[in-house]
């Protein structure tokens, strides 16, 4: 049978007693580096297994030798380089071709990333969203968000500390200054929680630096009020030309609480599609 293991995210401590056994006693593990895990069996004190590489890049020609072994009574623990399998990664199809050739599945539940950062957030726990990583260009970024918008769950990203200004530039301007939490380290010695509104985030990161680590986006799902809707155009002509563009910044940003860094670039964008 096919076992989904979860290993630690941080914290050694977090593996289960089962989790152990599982993996201590399986023929063969199937996970997405070798060495990774094979990094984390020692400090485990797990012996070592026959590891077999299960990742996004061979899973379509590494696939079907699982299933073989599988039909041959062999026990597989599938795991990721370190949380829940199937969580961002290509295991989720090898469940599928178990079920289709009734081979048995479990799972050994254990520490999550989207769940711990969504725990801690203080926001809505009632129902969410989780989205993967957001993608790393901005339109295609805001594409995603969009996509999305109107969802009253919460909603879950991955994302990384030189991409995190970037991200809550294109959140600003896709959902307005919703509630952000900024979850990083989970289960680490610098695990760290940072709830503010998208703004003061934007604020605070150009002001101390990106963070380091891991990091987890958890934001305020659609709220039952109406957004208030800001006419760019309008406040744009309102200082400019009269002002230069970065004091027309600094203006609009008094007034409306956006960053001016923001702000400068809605501008220069504006400007430069209607050719002023």
Excluded at 213 to 231: N, T
Excluded at 236 to 253: D, M, N
């Amino acid at each position: 049978m096919l076992y989904l293991v979860s290993t630690p995210i941080g914290n050694l401590g977090d593996i289960s007693a089962r989790a152990k056994d599982v993996l201590e006693s399986a023929d063969y593990v199937a996970c997405e580096d070798t060495r990774t895990s094979g990094q984390l069996f020692n400090l485990l004190g797990i012996k070592a297994k026959k590891m077999i590489a299960y990742h996004d890049h061979n899973a379509d020609k590494a696939r079907p030798k699982l299933i073989t072994l599988l039909q041959d009574d062999k026990t597989i623990a599938l795991v990721s380089d370190a949380g829940t399998p199937l969580i961002s990664d290509p295991g989720y199809k090898l469940v599928r071709d178990c079920i289709a050739n009734h081979i048995k599945v479990s799972t050994v539940p254990g520490a999550n990333a989207v769940l711990s950062a969504l725990q801690l957030s203080g926001l809505s726990s009632a129902s969410f969203y989780f989205g993967g990583f957001l993608p790393p260009k901005s339109g295609a970024r805001k594409n995603h968000l969009a996509g999305v918008k109107a969802l009253k769950s919460t909603l879950i990203f991955y994302e990384t500390p030189n991409r995190l200004l970037d991200a809550l530039q294109d959140i600003l301007s896709e959902y307005g200054n919703r509630q952000v939490a900024v979850v990083r380290e989970l289960t680490k010695k610098f695990e760290e929680t940072r709830l503010d509104s998208v703004q003061n985030l934007i604020n605070y990161y150009t002001e101390f630096g990106l963070p380091k680590g891991e990091l987890v986006l958890v934001i305020e799902g659609a709220s039952d009020q109406p957004a208030i809707s800001i006419d760019w155009p309008k406040f744009i002509k309102s200082v400019r030309p009269q002002y230069p563009v970065k004091q027309a910044a600094a203006l609009l940003s008094e007034q409306t609480g956006y960053s001016k860094k923001f702000i400068y670039q809605l501008i220069l964008s504006y400007e430069k599609e209607n050719k002023l």
